[in-house]
């Protein structure tokens, strides 16, 4: 079974500085990954993906991620955090063949002014 | 495309009423995905529709809880008898085919049950 671990429940940055979300995954496949966010009282946005392709992935609003097989990681950064960045983040692991996402338990980004 | 649509955005009702919800995923999608957001267990699946076919409800958390899809642009989620413990945000996702796992969500429907 696959499965996912966002490593910190909440991680707090000041405007301007960089955004690291941590996440590892555990899958028996070649899993695909993503990172959604969800911004208060608001439905998930698939911020990026990562399918087997490039390692290095490229989202929306300057994000992006990078799969490390040998770490089993897939962690999201951003090199300058927005006071609109300011989101719950959710890393993913899709189930091969069946279309399933294995949600993480979130991260909660504040940024500060 | 209008994206996901979800209705009521939210919903009051009394414990042992009847609460019906309801979604029409993005035209063209063939996999429609019911999950439900609770603060102590975060997002869970609770079942999805695979050309209005339901494949995977072993999600769903008791009888009290269905879901249908008569047709490719509307499904329900429904709650009967409802209690205090259903109250959650209920989000309706669709997507592709299985050349594609991204999934397009909904706003979600905050559901209260006094």
């Known amino acids: 079974a696959q499965s996912v671990t966002q490593l910190d429940s909440h991680v707090s940055v000041s405007e301007g500085t960089p955004v690291l979300l941590r996440c590892n995954y555990s899958s028996s496949y070649s899993p695909s990954l993503f990172w959604y966010v969800q911004h208060p009282n608001k439905g998930l946005q698939l911020l990026l993906k990562y399918t087997s392709a490039a390692t290095l992935v490229k989202g929306i609003n300057g994000f992006e991620a990078e799969f490390k097989k040998s770490e089993t990681s897939f962690h999201l950064t951003k090199p300058s955090a927005h006071m609109s960045d300011a989101a719950e983040y959710f890393c993913v692991v899709s189930e091969s063949r069946g279309n399933k996402l294995v949600f993480g338990a979130g991260t909660i980004l504040r940024v500060k002014s | 495309d209008a994206g996901v649509i979800q209705s009521p955005r939210h919903e009051v009702t009394e414990m042992g009423q009847e609460v019906t919800l309801r979604c029409k995923p993005i035209s063209g999608h063939d996999y429609l995905f019911w999950y439900r957001q609770t603060m102590m267990r975060g997002l869970e699946l609770l079942i999805y529709f695979n050309n209005n076919v339901p494949i995977d409800d072993s999600g769903m958390p008791e009888d009290r809880f269905s879901a249908k899809m008569p047709n490719a642009s509307f499904s329900t989620l429904k709650i009967q008898p409802s209690e205090p413990r259903d109250s959650a945000v209920y989000f309706c996702?669709?997507?592709?085919?299985?050349?594609?796992?991204?999934?397009?969500f909904g706003p979600g429907t905050r559901l209260t049950v006094l």
């Open positions: 996702a669709s997507s592709l085919q299985l050349e594609t796992d991204t999934q397009y």
